[in-house]
């Protein structure tokens, strides 16, 4: 999104999170869903929700600078919703930001989250259909040699080390184990993904240093997309998993 993006309020540093946020997280694991009341909604939305919505409109804003194509309006990055679980395991607050050119959660990401005792920064794809799985390594196979020396800058590996994701015991269908790039094409997932000192959670600290996370992890990003940017196809929305405690 290259244009000005529109946030409620001025611009202004982003203070962190309330640590009675935190400790409001720590109290909502220990109980289930029907026992929530409306006085935490409330207290949920002041201290974790709103916040997380500043968040996102200050990272989207330093967006504009490396990456414009995924600055992302807050209401459509946060998707946390109060009291929300994936089978026995609670949502955790979080925030997305895909490329505005792509249709639902789909392709490569910036992705965030935190629960009362850790933080995750991650960039890359981390769920994929079968068709994102074939373009990607379409494009792999290609251009494995920039995929490399993508992971292989000094600052990608300082900040976030090597690539993860889970692979194939076997070289998928169409695809040579002899071929140099073999390892990358086994893979199911191509992502970076580091925790934060929950110590920056409740400090101005957060913003810059989630930043300095996402644009260390940009050119990963970029190159992921590349199948999903330029076919100028629309995909349908689809349902993403993401990391949760």
């Not at 800058?153 to 080390?161: A, E, I, N, Q």
């Not at 810059?208 to 050119?219: D, Q, S, Y």
């Amino acid at each position: 999104m290259a244009e000005m993006l529109t946030c409620p309020g001025p611009t202004k540093s982003f203070p962190g999170f309330c640590p009675q946020g935190i400790a409001l997280l720590r109290t909502l694991k220990r109980k289930r869903p029907n026992q929530w009341l409306e006085s935490q909604q409330e207290m949920y939305k002041v201290k974790i929700t709103t916040p997380l919505l500043d968040l996102v409109c200050s990272v989207s804003r330093e967006f504009a600078r490396f990456a414009p194509n995924y600055a992302t309006l807050p209401a459509k990055a946060v998707f946390r919703v109060f009291g929300a679980t994936a089978g026995s395991r609670r949502i955790p607050p979080a925030a997305i930001w895909v490329h505005k050119d792509v249709k639902g959660m789909r392709g490569a990401c910036f992705y965030f989250h935190f629960t009362e005792k850790e933080a995750v920064v991650l960039g890359g794809m981390y769920s994929a259909e079968a068709d994102e799985l074939l373009a990607v390594r379409k494009l792999l196979q290609e251009q494995y040699l920039q995929f490399a020396t993508i992971l292989a800058d000094h600052r990608l590996k300082s900040v976030v080390g090597e690539l993860r994701g889970e692979m194939l015991s076997r070289m998928p269908y169409g695809f040579s184990s002899s071929h140099p790039a073999a390892d990358f094409l086994r893979h199911k997932q191509w992502y970076v993904a580091t925790m934060l000192d929950m110590n920056l959670i409740s400090t101005d600290r957060l913003m810059p240093t989630l930043v300095g996370h996402f644009e260390a992890m940009a050119p990963l990003v970029e190159f992921l997309n590349r199948p999903f940017c330029q076919s100028g196809k629309s995909k349908k929305p689809v349902v993403r998993s993401f990391p949760t405690s």
